[in-house]
């Protein structure tokens, strides 16, 4: 199946840091505000779960989120996951089905570090999945410009300014 064959039939949408997704759970009970860090301010829910297709056209812009993030690799090619975490560090996650060549199909972004992603066959795409505890919110994602990430991080000069939105 193509990109646009998978985004038609998981029903997916355009997602702010680029590419498609769709959110495919919620748990029912939710977290008081109480139970959380103070950075929070309101109840989240357990936990939720997204798809989220990426086509080598495209890339999802560095973003941050309060919480660990655990992808999943379901189908197409490697995704590549820039990742500069809370102390300036740089990594890269591989994410796809060649484990021979490092790949992983499971992996965690922490909580607090700027990430994105890109396919790294430019004539493909990577279907995946995105579990977030405590739930995803909106009110905790944050999607930086460039200028902003430089004033912290310059030594990642080249992957900042691929990697963000102008």
């Not at 929070?40 to 919480?67: V, W």
């Amino acid at each position: 199946m193509t990109a646009q064959d998978w985004v038609q039939k998981l029903d997916m949408k355009p997602h702010p840091e680029g590419g498609f997704y769709k959110e495919t759970y919620r748990s029912v009970g939710s977290i008081p505000v109480e139970g959380l860090p103070a950075t929070y301010g309101s109840e989240r829910s357990y936990a939720t779960g997204i798809y989220f297709l990426l086509d080598g056209e495209n890339f999802s812009a560095l973003h941050r989120l309060k919480q660990d993030e655990m992808w999943h690799f379901y189908a197409g090619s490697r995704l590549l996951v820039h990742l500069i975490d809370s102390t300036g560090n740089y990594n890269q996650i591989q994410l796809g089905p060649d484990v021979d060549a490092g790949e992983v199909f499971q992996a965690v972004v922490p909580g607090g570090s700027y990430f994105g992603s890109e396919v790294q066959d430019k004539s493909s795409f990577a279907l995946v999945g995105c579990t977030v505890s405590p739930g995803f919110d909106f009110r905790d994602f944050e999607m930086p410009s460039a200028e902003e990430l430089l004033a912290q991080y310059p030594e990642h000069e080249s992957v900042i300014r691929r990697m963000t939105r102008h």
